[in-house]
C-alpha cells in the first residue's frame, strides 16, 4: 500500500493524553445534576469519541428534562482549568508530526472537541503550531463523528482528496468517520484512558474497520511511511 498524501489526527487520546480528565469532568457534572450511579468507566464506553453536544442528550433523557444550558459550559470550563496543569501529550506525539513534515506529508486534525476546547488543548500542550489552520472542530459541521462530514471538511481544507488520506483514531466512531469519508484508518489504543481494556478496544477499532492497530505513535509513523524511524 502506497503512502498517504496526508493524515488525519483525532486530538484526544491520540495526541493528547487528555481522556482521563475529561471522564472525570464529565463524572463529576453528571453527579452534580443527579445521575447517580454512572461511573468513569461508564462514561469512557458508552461515550469515547462523541461529541458534548450528544453527550448533552443522553443527560437530557436521564433527567427526563431539557439539559442544563450551562452544562456544556460548566464541562469546557472545569476541564480546561485542569489542562493548565494535568494536560500531558501522548508519548512520542511531537516526534511523529516533525516525522511526517519532514517527509513533506500534510497533516490536519478532525476532532469531536469545540473550537474552544480544541484550540486551548492545542496551546496547553504545545502543539498548536504543527496545525497553522488545518485544525478542524465537529462544531464546524452539521453532523459530527460518526458521520464523514468531519473528515471530508479537513481533507477540504488541505486540499487533499480523501482517498489519499490516512486517519488516526483511538474511538470506533471515529473509524467508521474515516471510513465512511472513504479514507483509510490506523487504531491507536496508547491512551492512559484504555490501560485496562487495550486488548477488547483494538477488537473493537478492528471491527469498526480500522486497518491496523497500534499502542506505540512511532509504530503508527513507521506503519504510514513503511519504514522505521
Known amino acids: 500500500m502506497n503512502s498517504p498524501a496526508a493524515v488525519i489526527f483525532d486530538l484526544d487520546g491520540c495526541l493528547v493524553d487528555s481522556e482521563p480528565l475529561s471522564l472525570e469532568v464529565l463524572a463529576t457534572e453528571m453527579h452534580r445534576l443527579g445521575i447517580d450511579g454512572i461511573t468513569v468507566n461508564d462514561i469512557r464506553d458508552r461515550f469515547l469519541g462523541v461529541s458534548i453536544q450528544d453527550i448533552c442528550r443522553h443527560v437530557s433523557e436521564r433527567l427526563g428534562q431539557a439539559c442544563p444550558d450551562d452544562f456544556i459550559d460548566r464541562v469546557e470550563t472545569r476541564l480546561l482549568r485542569e489542562y493548565q496543569t494535568r494536560l500531558q501529550q501522548i508519548e512520542n506525539a511531537e516526534m511523529l508530526l516533525d516525522r511526517l513534515s519532514n517527509a513533506g506529508m500534510k497533516t490536519a486534525l478532525a476532532t469531536g472537541s469545540s473550537l ?17 489552520g488545518t485544525a478542524y472542530s465537529a462544531e464546524q459541521v452539521a453532523n459530527g463523528k460518526p458521520a464523514p462530514d468531519l473528515f471530508l471538511l479537513a481533507a477540504e481544507g488541505i486540499a487533499t482528496d480523501p482517498k489519499d488520506c490516512v486517519v488516526i483514531e483511538d474511538s470506533p466512531h471515529g473509524v467508521k468517520g474515516a471510513i465512511s469519508a472513504g479514507m483509510r484508518a490506523i487504531g491507536f489504543v496508547g491512551g492512559t484512558h484504555l490501560h485496562d481494556i487495550r486488548s477488547h478496544q483494538t477488537q473493537l477499532l478492528k471491527s469498526a474497520g480500522a486497518s491496523e492497530i497500534f499502542e506505540c505513535l512511532l509504530d503508527v509513523g513507521d506503519a504510514i511511511l513503511h519504514k522505521p524511524a
Open 116 to 132: 474552544r476546547r480544541m484550540a486551548a488543548t492545542l496551546e496547553i500542550s504545545g502543539l498548536a503550531a504543527h496545525f497553522p
